[in-house]
């Protein structure tokens, strides 16, 4: 029985599919699991094992839009609204 190169052209039926959550193709068609994020699991698949993985999806890897303004806002108190002494555009009568 062969189980090398004549095996590898019978190949031609995908096991995964991508995933709606991480975008990997990683979905298992028939299981409906993510081998990568766990998907449809609430939690994300994540192990100490895997220390590599987590540090390429951990917080930091990607645009972070709101967390990246949060260290400014607290050096500033976390203020809101226009800043003091705007008053907006003096009529003259």
Same mark, same amino acid.
């Given at each position: 029985?062969?189980?090398?190169t004549?095996?590898f052209g019978k190949?031609? #039926?995908k096991t995964?599919?991508?995933? *709606? /959550?991480c975008g990997?193709?990683?979905?298992?068609?028939?299981?409906?699991?993510?081998?990568s994020c766990?998907y449809?699991?609430a939690k994300?698949?994540?192990f #100490?094992?895997?220390e590599?993985?987590? *540090? /390429?999806?951990?917080?930091?890897?990607?645009r972070m839009r709101?967390?990246?303004?949060v260290?400014?806002?607290?050096s500033n108190?976390?203020r809101?609204g226009?800043p003091?002494?705007a008053?907006g555009?003096?009529?003259?009568?």
């Amino acid at each position: 029985i062969a189980k090398g190169t004549s095996s590898f052209g019978k190949r031609h #039926n995908k096991t995964h599919t991508l995933c *709606r /959550r991480c975008g990997r193709r990683s979905l298992h068609i028939q299981k409906h699991t993510c081998a990568s994020c766990g998907y449809p699991a609430a939690k994300v698949r994540k192990f #100490n094992w895997g220390e590599k993985a987590k *540090r /390429r999806k951990t917080t930091g890897t990607g645009r972070m839009r709101y967390l990246k303004t949060v260290p400014r806002r607290f050096s500033n108190g976390f203020r809101s609204g226009a800043p003091a002494g705007a008053k907006g555009p003096t009529t003259s009568s």
